[in-house]
């Protein structure tokens, strides 16, 4: 059974800094992503790591130079490190995996697997 657990969110003040974890069960995948939805948005991409090796990585502009996705294969763990955290990061947000190799990473129909959500609120 597959199944990805993501932990790590939480509250913190404008400023702060929260890495989130999302562990993979079940197999291992050759991508992952993390997207987040706002109270009343839709869902909207963030970070994604491609590859074994996460040699490519791919960011939302709104993440670029404060998030950063990383991964852990030992662990079959990937990490979203997010720094000068704003009131308008809070979210929950997603941890997501993609088996084949190739396809754009920052559309969610391109995950065939999701966590449960993990909720990051920033207060200022």
């Known amino acids: 059974q597959v199944q990805l657990v993501e932990s790590g969110g939480g509250s913190v003040q404008a400023g702060g800094s929260l890495r989130l974890s999302c562990v993979a069960s079940?197999?291992?995948?050759?991508?992952y992503g993390w997207f987040r939805q706002a109270p009343g948005k839709e869902r909207e991409f963030v970070a994604a790591i491609r590859g074994w090796s996460g040699g490519s990585v791919y960011y939302a502009d709104s993440a670029k130079g404060r998030f950063t996705i990383s991964r852990d294969n030992s662990k079959n763990t990937v990490y979203l490190q997010m720094n000068s955290l704003k009131p308008e990061d809070t979210a929950v947000y997603y941890c997501?995996?993609?088996?084949?190799?190739?396809?754009?990473?920052?559309?969610?129909?391109?995950?065939?697997?999701w966590g449960q959500g993990t909720q990051v609120t920033v207060s200022s």
């Open positions: 997501a995996a993609r088996l084949p190799i190739g396809g754009d990473l920052t559309q969610q129909t391109n995950y065939g697997y």
């Open positions: 079940g197999r291992t995948f050759n991508s």
